[in-house]
Every structure is written in C-alpha cells, then in structure tokens.
Nanobody, 113 residues
Framework: QVQLVESGGGLVQPGGSLRLSCEVSGIEFSRYRAGWHRQSPGQQREMVADILANGGTIYDDSVKGRFTISRDNAKNTLYLQMNDLKPDDTAVYFC???????WGKGTLVTVSS
C-alpha cells in the first residue's frame, strides 16, 4: 500500500521560511514523478512544484525563485524548501506521487504576522 505523509507545516511570519517533507512508502519512489500542490479555502487545488524521476523540476510562476523542490531517493522523501513566504502562500500543502492518484493528507502552512 502506497502511503505519503507530509510534515513541516506551521505558522510563519511574512518573509520567513519553512521546509516541508513527504515520506513515501510502499513503492519504489525513485521511479516516479512527484510534486507539491496546495489548496486555499474556497479555491481549487493547484500545482506548486513537480520533480521528475530524472531530477528535472517544474514550478508555478507564483513560487519561482522562492521555493525549491528536491528529493532524496535513498530516504524515499520529497522536500519543499519555501523562502520569502507571503500571506498568499497560506494553504494546505499536499504531496503527490504520479502513480495511481497517490496523495498525502496535507500539512497546513499559515503565513501571517
């Protein structure tokens, strides 16, 4: 059974940083594209960043230059380093594996003074 478990969310002031982690189990993580999506209240879930199996990355324009996605295949873990956070980044952040519609349950990020 494939499981994705996010951690690292919390409350941060504007301009601050957070690092999200997603531990993946039950599958050979290194073989698959993975990514982070987010959903704000009343909004649709949107892609934030993806990382391909070969390490290539894709970012939404709203986070380019501020967020960095990475993966450690030896640890079966996906990361999202978020810098210069803004109130508009407030959302539940979900980890996604591009296999069988696999999603984590999400971790809340709140950016507020």
């Amino acid at each position: 059974q494939v499981q994705l478990v996010e951690s690292g969310g919390g409350l941060v002031q504007p301009g601050g940083s957070l690092r999200l982690s997603c531990e993946v189990s039950g599958i050979e993580f290194s073989r698959y594209r993975a990514g982070w999506h987010r959903q704000s209240p009343g909004q649709q879930r949107e892609m934030v960043a993806d990382i391909l199996a070969n390490g290539g990355t894709i970012y939404d324009d709203s986070v380019k230059g501020r967020f960095t996605i990475s993966r450690d295949n030896a640890k079966n873990t996906l990361y999202l380093q978020m810098n210069d956070l803004k109130p508009d980044d407030t959302a539940v952040y979900f980890c996604r594996l591009y296999w069988g519609g696999s999603w984590g349950k999400g971790t809340l990020v709140t950016v507020s003074s």
